[in-house]
């Protein structure tokens, strides 16, 4: 007969036990992040000159303040520093470099607080953990609010967990800029909370039960009160989802999920499955429906919500993705590596993990490095020329290595300008070029607006106020 898994623990390990298991794989997990910073300079042009993050930089450099969009004030914190660079004259490289480093450098002090303040090695695993099995590439697209308020409610988890720490105090008000980062999170902050409560009894509750219904006022004032734009209340429909599900087998969002799931994200998958496996032995029934209907509901709601996914455009549902990640990884720091309880083999899982992903990172940035390459070659294509602006036919372009089109004029623009003795180039791409009115003069035409382009800082952009003009591939 086969013998049974231990049984998993009714009450968590103590924090200061938990610290000592796990004080080498956290020293590991400092060498991962210089990694990960190390990456973040190397790649800071393919992480900052690309679509969103672009628009975003080209609109606080041409602004010289903070842009908060959708009210995702969190996006404030890693724009601190390349606001005052671009205040303080930096030139172009070091706006964008400190703009690439700051994102990583945020979740670090994540880190260091939840690891070495708040004493909670188990919570700053989830950072480590998280990255290792799912982040890729989303590395690259750095600009994400999503990712950012995960990492604080790593942060949030840490203060919760600790008992003798009167920091709980913070907790409700980091809630606000947690909640306010992206309408799904509330699916990750729900998961963890639930999974805690299933392990607590009596008075400990109250605590988590509180920041729940806290999460979901928020939510609720958010969804109700405050403007709510079509870039966050058209993306996940209930209709959308009611009228896909029928057709679950047939979309294309469902085959690109086990494609990549099977491909990218196997580790997950294994995690997933191991975590199953453990709470069935162990007659945990109430850990396996969480995580079974957290996990395939979640899944659900973006593939049916998204039916005709592209599968260039894995950077941006890898993020949609991440709750996913958050689900396993809060399962596998607080129900798997107990069972190890073993420094050195949770030393060696966590340096398998560093190795492993940061081999990902790097085989994934050829991606995005060859799309920064081709958009060098369309502002090479205006050498020859003293014109600033040009127009190119949607049909000429190439969209296996541009992905999206629409943060072209902002890509070429802070691209060019990062040349010596430059011009800046802006490209915008049209499918009317017969229609498209190349008389402008001075004003810059951009995705979704049009500017003056004599109010832009000459120490960044020098565009001239010829009329645009037509770019052949």
């Not at 943060?407 to 180039?425: A, C, R």
């Given at each position: 007969?086969?013998?049974?898994?231990?049984?998993?623990?009714?009450?968590?390990?103590?924090?200061?036990?938990?610290?000592?298991?796990?004080?080498?794989?956290?020293?590991?997990?400092?060498?991962?992040?210089?990694?990960?910073?190390?990456?973040?300079?190397?790649?800071?042009?393919?992480?900052?000159?690309?679509?969103?993050?672009?628009?975003?930089?080209?609109?606080?450099?041409?602004?010289?303040?903070?842009?908060?969009?959708?009210?995702?004030?969190?996006?404030?914190?890693?724009?601190?520093?390349?606001?005052?660079?671009?205040?303080?004259?930096?030139?172009?490289?070091?706006?964008?470099?400190?703009?690439?480093?700051?994102?990583?450098?945020?979740?670090?002090?994540?880190?260091?607080?939840?690891?070495?303040?708040?004493?909670?090695?188990?919570?700053?695993?989830?950072?480590?953990?998280?990255?290792?099995?799912?982040?890729?590439?989303?590395?690259?697209?750095?600009?994400?609010?999503?990712?950012?308020?995960?990492?604080?409610?790593?942060?949030?988890?840490?203060?919760?967990?600790?008992?003798?720490?009167?920091?709980?105090?913070?907790?409700?008000?980091?809630?606000?800029?947690?909640?306010?980062?992206?309408?799904?999170?509330?699916?990750?902050?729900?998961?963890?909370?639930?999974?805690?409560?299933?392990?607590?009894?009596?008075?400990?509750?109250?605590?988590?039960?509180?920041?729940?219904?806290?999460?979901?006022t928020i939510l609720l004032f958010k969804m109700k009160i405050m403007d709510i734009?079509?870039?966050?209340?058209?993306?996940?429909?209930?209709?959308?989802?009611?009228?896909?599900?029928?057709?679950?087998?047939?979309?294309?969002?469902?085959?690109?999920?086990?494609?990549?799931?099977?491909?990218?994200?196997?580790?997950?998958?294994?995690?997933?499955?191991?975590?199953?496996?453990?709470?069935?032995?162990?007659?945990?029934?109430?850990?396996?429906?969480?995580?079974?209907?957290?996990?395939?509901?979640?899944?659900?709601?973006?593939?049916?919500?998204?039916?005709?996914?592209?599968?260039?455009?894995?950077?941006?549902?890898?993020?949609?993705?991440?709750?996913?990640?958050?689900?396993?990884?809060?399962?596998?720091?607080?129900?798997?590596?107990?069972?190890?309880?073993?420094?050195?083999?949770?030393?060696?899982?966590?340096?398998?993990?560093?190795?492993?992903?940061?081999?990902?990172?790097?085989?994934?940035?050829?991606?995005?490095?060859?799309?920064?390459?081709?958009?060098?070659?369309?502002?090479?294509?205006?050498?020859?020329?003293?014109?600033?602006?040009?127009?190119?036919?949607?049909?000429?372009?190439?969209?296996?290595?541009?992905?999206?089109?629409?943060?072209?004029?902002?890509?070429?623009?802070?691209?060019?300008?990062?040349?010596?003795?430059?011009?800046?180039?802006?490209?915008?791409?049209?499918?009317?070029?017969?229609?498209?009115?190349?008389?402008?003069?001075?004003?810059?035409?951009?995705?979704?607006?049009?500017?003056?382009?004599?109010?832009?800082?000459?120490?960044?952009?020098?565009?001239?106020?010829?009329?645009?003009?037509?770019?052949?591939?």
């Open positions: 007969m086969a013998r049974s898994l231990p049984i998993l623990m009714k009450e968590r390990l103590p924090i200061e036990s938990s610290n000592q298991v796990l004080s080498p794989a956290i020293k590991a997990g400092h060498f991962f992040f210089l990694i990960l910073i190390g990456f973040s300079a190397w790649f800071y042009i393919e992480r900052t000159v690309f679509i969103d993050c672009a628009f975003g930089i080209f609109n606080f450099i041409a602004d010289k303040d903070f842009l908060i969009l959708n009210n995702r004030f969190i996006a404030f914190i890693p724009q601190i520093l390349p606001v005052i660079g671009v205040k303080s004259g930096w030139s172009m490289s070091s706006v964008l470099l400190s703009y690439s480093l700051s994102f990583t450098i945020i979740y670090y002090l994540y880190y260091i607080i939840t690891a070495h303040f708040i004493k909670n090695k188990q919570a700053a695993m989830l950072f480590l953990f998280l990255f290792g099995i799912f982040i890729n590439h989303t590395f690259f697209w750095i600009q994400s609010e999503f990712p950012q308020g995960i990492m604080l409610f790593f942060l949030c988890i840490g203060i919760i967990q600790n008992k003798n720490m009167k920091g709980k105090i913070i907790v409700p008000f980091l809630m606000v800029p947690i909640i306010f980062s992206h309408p799904l999170i509330i699916f990750p902050i729900t998961f963890f909370l639930l999974f805690m409560i299933i392990d607590k009894k009596g008075d400990r509750q109250y605590y988590l039960w509180f920041i729940l219904i806290l999460s979901v734009n079509a870039y966050e209340s058209d993306r996940i429909s209930f209709q959308k989802i009611k009228d896909n599900l029928p057709h679950l087998l047939e979309i294309s969002s469902f085959r690109l999920f086990v494609k990549w799931f099977l491909k990218d994200y196997f580790m997950l998958l294994a995690g997933l499955i191991v975590l199953l496996f453990i709470y069935l032995q162990n007659r945990n029934y109430l850990k396996f429906l969480l995580l079974t209907g957290f996990f395939s509901g979640f899944a659900l709601i973006v593939i049916l919500s998204y039916p005709d996914m592209n599968p260039d455009y894995q950077f941006y549902f890898e993020n949609l993705y991440l709750p996913l990640g958050v689900f396993v990884t809060i399962g596998v720091v607080y129900d798997l590596l107990p069972l190890l309880f073993n420094r050195q083999l949770i030393f060696i899982l966590v340096v398998i993990l560093i190795i492993f992903k940061s081999i990902s990172i790097f085989n994934t940035s050829k991606l995005y490095t060859d799309r920064t390459f081709y958009i060098q070659e369309l502002i090479a294509k205006t050498n020859d020329s003293s014109k600033n602006k040009f127009v190119i036919d949607k049909e000429d372009v190439r969209f296996d290595k541009l992905l999206m089109e629409w943060g072209l004029p902002y890509e070429t623009i802070l691209l060019s300008s990062l040349k010596d003795n430059w011009k800046t180039v802006s490209i915008i791409t049209t499918d009317e070029l017969e229609n498209f009115n190349l008389k402008t003069g001075q004003k810059l035409r951009l995705s979704f607006s049009t500017i003056d382009q004599t109010t832009l800082d000459n120490r960044y952009f020098n565009v001239n106020t010829d009329d645009y003009h037509v770019l052949s591939e």
